[in-house]
């Protein structure tokens, strides 16, 4: 009994003395708890008919987000504070058009040294629902593939964490809504922030890294990062450090430019934190024959690649979450009116 008592007085403030030092930990050992067989199990299932396409406000949309819960509750990950049951609302007043109240869906790794500290990686879990004939759009890429990339980057963090290799900041998963309709949940909730925006620290952004864009059909393994050098030259150089010595996969910046026509720096939920000065990396396949269409299935993904862009992610928000000092902002970026 009296011993039971004094470890949960010690897991409340050291946990438990369990704790090591992040330092010493085997990171690769964690990274590789990511697989292409669990993505793949979890993607059969969250991109399936029986989501419905996953409609912002529409019981597709409300059933992925139980599923996302129940994945959390499985890995032990709570709530944020003060965050009830894993929801930030959305309210249907925050949508242009008619779109019922949503929900964004949050969980939380509190850091052990700097715990005010947050690194928040996002992916939105929402996508276009069904066409007029009942015909699914399922969104396995578009974006199951980063929404289950976060479960498997969240399960990789808890092992290190039941290991004793805590991170030193905190970490917010958070599967974005109202993505497809103008990025409205990353809005809101940078709008509505859990924790101040002062301290979050970079937002890593997942949509679309399940499959081979158009033209790179020959490149090997690849992935596109948008926006890592525009805030934080330091964020960029962890970023290409981390790939360098772990993955080693072409990096491409093709989209990186703000001239770019497509204009991808601006199209995705990361720009709502970039906007407020975070520093951002977001990571994508580019686009494809079945981007938005309802061939955007599950088993059109490339499940060993979407593996090694997950663990890229994983390392990356590793790194940013133990190491001494957080990214420096140095940069600004030019505005979107300043674009031609
Ligand atoms: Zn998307």
Not at 132 to 155: C, H, P, R
């Amino acid at each position: 009994m009296t011993k039971i008592v004094i470890c949960a007085l010690a897991l409340s403030l050291f946990g438990c003395g369990t704790q090591k030092k992040v330092e010493n930990a085997d990171v690769m050992k964690y990274a590789n708890t990511i697989t292409a067989a669990e993505l793949s199990e979890h993607l059969y299932i969250f991109a399936s008919d029986e989501f419905e396409g996953r409609d912002t406000g529409e019981k597709g949309q409300k059933l992925a987000a139980e599923y996302l819960v129940k994945e959390y509750k499985k890995l032990n990950i709570p709530s944020p504070p003060g965050v009830t049951s894993y929801y930030q609302p959305v309210p249907s007043s925050a949508f242009r058009g008619n779109v019922k109240d949503s929900e964004n869906v949050l969980a939380y790794i509190v850091g052990s040294e700097k715990p005010e500290e947050v690194l928040v990686i996002t992916s939105h879990y929402d996508h276009v629902g069904m066409d007029k004939d009942g015909n699914v759009f399922n969104g396995a890429d578009d974006d199951g593939s980063g929404t289950v990339a976060i479960l498997e980057i969240a399960e990789a963090f808890m092992k290190a964490k039941a290991d004793g290799y805590h991170p030193k900041r905190s970490i917010l998963f958070m599967n974005v809504t109202g993505e497809e309709k103008g990025l409205i949940g990353s809005k809101w909730y940078t709008d509505n922030p859990v924790f101040p925006l002062a301290n979050t620290v970079a937002n890593l952004n997942i949509d679309m890294i399940g499959r081979i864009g158009n033209g790179k059909e020959d490149a090997g393994d690849y992935v596109y990062l948008i926006g890592s050098d525009k805030l934080s030259t330091e964020l960029h150089e962890l970023s290409e450090e981390v790939n360098r010595k772990y993955i080693n996969m072409e990096l491409d910046y093709t989209f990186n430019d703000e001239n770019d026509p497509n204009r991808f720096y601006f199209r995705s939920d990361h720009y709502n934190f970039a906007k407020n000065n975070i520093p951002i990396i977001f990571y994508f396949n580019g686009v494809h024959a079945d981007y938005h269409k309802i061939s955007d299935t599950p088993d059109k993904i490339e499940y060993d690649l979407l593996e090694k862009r997950a663990k890229l992610v994983f390392l990356t928000a590793w790194e940013i979450a133990n190491r001494e000092n957080r990214p420096v902002v140095d940069k600004t970026p030019a505005p979107p009116q300043a674009r031609r």
